[in-house]
């Protein structure tokens, strides 16, 4: 059975460090049994620095680094090739994949048809992963799913297993790319093909009764990689990406990187229920001495690290009422 669950959601565009995020939680005082991703396929690029290592996975939850049960949830699509691939890489790092992966037998496959297709086809500045054309052959309903698949069996199961087992589980739930790029909620087209809100967790059949507590993940500046035009004139965007190495995990673009948006911060908090707020990389903002925001139509520049925290808190704390905690990168900032 299902004890609780907590979810991570990214509130920006992906890469806000739900990565280390992840590793921090598994480390804590919560014995975490499962680490479900929710979402997404090749497309995502997790970081993750694992004692001293770094460690850079697609499709394999961080969960198998600590040898817990590691779930690839019924939202996300897989490429079988590229599975392997990444199986490999992960245990000649010496992490024992083999007996934590489980792939819920609902998960829809990658095809290299849909990798090529989406290459050639790319408007909007995919990762060219195939990942929409997997999910549109998803609810075309001509797609093929994991339980089909002859390589996959040994790690097929069906994720309805945890509500009968008699053991209790905790899980944690880790989402790929962010709300900003959420099929329905992001700027639609510039937008990923599967849900990045806390909703799609829910779709592995974990009902929000069990949903303890959402962490949302953002940084102290924006980025956003793709074709549209999202980067201003300010030279000082250039320094930031520079210092806090804006280029994708999965693809090496350059990151556009923009202003921390408290409106698009407090959307994507309501939307996703969010009670713990981490906001990453505030000492790139630090080492530029540079603290800027935009909230309803204007630009703040505030002369200090601390006043830059307290207007993001001060005005959380009064328009959002699920938030719990706001901390930012490790130093945590507690508003009950
Ligand atoms: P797709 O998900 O490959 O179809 O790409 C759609 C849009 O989402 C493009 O703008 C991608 O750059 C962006 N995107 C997809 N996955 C990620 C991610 O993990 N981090 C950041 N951007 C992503
Ligand atoms: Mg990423």
Redesign the pocket.
């Known amino acids: 059975m299902i004890k609780f669950a907590d979810v991570i959601v990214d509130l920006q565009?992906?890469?806000t460090g739900k990565g280390k995020v992840a590793h921090s939680l598994l480390e804590s005082e919560t014995k975490y049994t499962h680490v479900i991703r929710y979402n997404?396929g090749g497309?995502?690029?997790h970081t993750i620095y694992h004692n001293g290592q770094k460690v850079v996975t697609h499709f394999i939850p961080c969960g198998v680094l600590y040898g817990i049960k590691s779930v690839i949830g019924l939202g996300c699509v897989v490429n079988v090739d590229k599975l392997f691939e990444e199986i490999a890489y992960l245990e000649n790092l010496g992490f024992d994949v083999k007996n934590n992966l489980l792939i819920d037998k609902r998960v829809h496959i990658v095809t290299n048809e849909h990798i090529a297709e989406?290459g050639s086809e790319n408007k909007?500045?995919?990762?060219?992963?195939g990942?929409?054309p997997a999910y549109r052959d998803k609810y075309f309903r001509i797609g093929t799913r994991a339980e089909n698949i002859e390589q996959l069996k040994p790690y097929v199961f069906d994720i309805y297993d945890l509500h009968t087992s008699k053991e209790e589980y905790i899980i944690l739930f880790e989402g790929?790319?962010?709300f900003e790029?959420d099929i329905d909620w992001g700027d639609y087209p510039?937008?990923?093909?599967s849900h990045c809100t806390v909703g799609s967790a829910i779709l592995n059949g974990v009902p929000p009764k069990l949903i303890r507590k959402v962490f949302g993940i953002s940084k102290a500046y924006r980025t956003?990689?793709?074709?549209k035009n999202f980067e201003g004139d300010d030279l000082l965007f250039e320094k930031i990406r520079e210092l806090g190495n804006e280029y994708?995990?999965?693809?090496g673009?350059k990151r556009q990187v923009n202003w921390f948006s408290l409106d698009d911060i407090i959307k994507a908090i309501n939307i996703n229920g969010v009670t713990d707020l981490v906001i990453n990389k505030i000492d790139i903002l630090t080492e530029l001495n540079v603290f800027r925001i935009y909230y309803e139509n204007d630009l703040y520049d505030f002369d200090s690290e601390d006043l830059f925290k307290y207007f993001i808190t001060y005005n959380l704390k009064s328009l959002c009422p699920t938030i719990e905690t706001i901390s930012f990168s490790d130093n945590p900032y507690k508003i009950n």
């Open positions: 565009a992906g890469d997404g497309n995502a690029g989406d909007i500045g995919t990762t060219k992963q990942i929409g790929a790319q962010g790029l510039y937008v990923t093909s956003y990689v793709g074709a994708g995990a999965t693809t673009r």
